[in-house]
């Protein structure tokens, strides 16, 4: 007895629609759990400004402060934190970078002076910019690991009116630095021009004295 086959016509197309929305689908799945995984901890990234840097050139201008605390509620009692500290130039060139140790409870307090008097960008102390703040347990401002919870705020300096006498005045602020999500692609520019500042800087460009400031 002959036995014919019998032959299902196939929807070619759509076979392969299902295929690719399927692999599709799997690949989201991939990266999605990797960028997850890499994705750096909440309440480790600050940042503030800075303006109108004209001192020491111009004795009267008042000097600016950064104000980092270590309020010790991360990690055990005795637990150091670092602020590896990063500064921007208005044009976003990283001008500084460095990491500080703070103990818990305790406070470093920066002049502005100590962030931007040596510039490794070879463009000359900068005026204005920004000044970013990871809190960090491994203390390398080169490869960071965000770590919560250091907090900071800083000093403005304004430009104000001019005095019968002509002379030009200034007043100061303070406000808190934001606490702004920290993005991979952030976390991993800034680390690597600070990388690349410490390794061909020669010395320029590395704030590491900041560490030892003990401004009132």
């Not at 990266?31 to 004795?59: E, M």
């Not at 934190?81 to 307090?109: H, K, M």
């Not at 403005?156 to 303070?174: K, M, Q």
Request: hydrophobic fraction near 40%; glycine fraction near 6%; charged fraction near 10%.
């Amino acid at each position: 007895m002959h036995l014919s086959k019998v032959h299902f016509p196939i929807d070619v197309s759509a076979s392969r629609f299902f295929l690719y929305g399927t692999l599709a689908f799997a690949l989201l799945l991939v990266f999605s759990g990797v960028a997850s995984a890499q994705a750096p901890a909440p309440d480790t990234y600050r940042v503030t400004y800075f303006d109108n840097n004209f001192f020491p050139v111009l004795p009267t201008v008042p000097v600016a402060f950064v104000h980092i605390l270590n309020p010790g509620v991360s990690g055990a009692p005795t637990a150091t934190l670092c602020a590896s500290i990063y500064v921007w130039r208005f044009d976003q060139e990283l001008s500084e970078c460095c990491s500080c140790p703070i103990t818990p409870n305790g406070l470093l307090t920066i002049p502005l002076t100590a962030l931007t008097n040596n510039p490794g960008d070879h463009a000359g102390t900068p005026l204005s910019g920004s000044i970013a703040i990871i809190s960090d347990s491994a203390c390398n401002a080169t490869a960071p690991t965000p770590t919560p919870d250091l907090r900071a705020w800083a000093t403005h300096v304004n430009l104000g009116l001019l005095s019968p006498a002509g002379v030009r005045l200034y007043d100061v602020t303070e406000t808190e630095a934001l606490d702004t999500p920290l993005s991979t692609g952030e976390l991993a520019e800034a680390s690597s021009r600070c990388g690349f500042i410490r390794v061909n800087g020669s010395g320029a460009g590395q704030c590491d004295r900041a560490c030892l400031s003990t401004a009132p």
